[in-house]
């Protein structure tokens, strides 16, 4: 039986992803900052799938712990998921550089801490699978969330680099760019329906791109036209736009 890691297991998204892989028969490890919040969804995963289901304590921001808590899991995962982020308040990063430093370092100096340790792990074992949850929001620069895209447009580059140094080892990584979602995160927000996926539906498209050894994945995919179109505005009317 194989095993998935997922980091930012408390996240909306991350228990709908936690769901769709114990149903495909893998056990299951819950790491968040807080594991004793992940206790009911690891007892109903177990419940629920007959399999496997543990909780860890991870900080994405603990960047000096990343290697010891990596260290400490029996068996090493065969899968990945990085989920953790942060949206963060763009008009407050603007002024004040704390919270422009936490939206950088938990949607990206975060992740390539922990990431750079697995992949050395996997490169060594000839074997794994590493999914990163990027953003839409790293395609292309708005005046709205800036800060936020640039730091997963940073992850979204970091992936890429991994998956052309990893494929030579039998280790594939798999982007993922989910649009808006209706999450925790999110609530609040005047989210347009046709194109808000709901965490179930992410969930779904990590395990298809998985199953798949799809190298990027658009979430929901009509995505993958909306941010085609909003690239290729040129620069002289996208800047005047309200984005």
Known sequence: MKDVLILGA?????????????????????????????????????????????????????????AAFYDALTPKPDVVVVVFGYLGDQDKAQVDFTETQRIIDTNYTGA?????????????????????????????????????????????????????????????????????????MTEGLPLPGPVTAKPEQVAKDVLKADHKKLNQIYSLWMWRYLMMIIRNIPEPIFKKMKL
């Not at 909306?12 to 893998?26: E, F, L, M, R, S």
């Not at 419940?47 to 909780?55: G, N, S």
């Not at 969330?145 to 494929?167: D, E, P, Q, V």
């Open 112 to 184: 390539v801490s922990i990431l750079n340790i697995v992949a050395n792990d996997m490169e060594r074992r000839r074997a794994g699978t590493i999914i990163g949850v990027s953003s839409v929001a790293g395609d292309r620069g708005r005046g709205s969330n800036y800060i936020y895209g640039s730091a997963k447009a940073a992850l979204t580059a970091y992936l890429s680099g991994l998956r052309n140094r990893l494929a030579k080892s039998n280790v594939h990584v798999v982007t993922v760019k989910p649009g808006f979602v209706r999450t925790k």
């Open 10 to 66: 408390a996240s909306d998204i991350a228990k709908a992803v936690a769901h769709q892989y114990a149903a495909d028969g893998y056990n299951v490890v819950l790491a968040a900052r807080n594991a004793a919040r992940l206790a009911e969804t690891a007892t109903d995963i177990k419940i629920r799938y007959q399999v496997e289901a543990t909780t860890a304590e991870f900080d994405a921001l603990d960047f000096a712990g990343h």
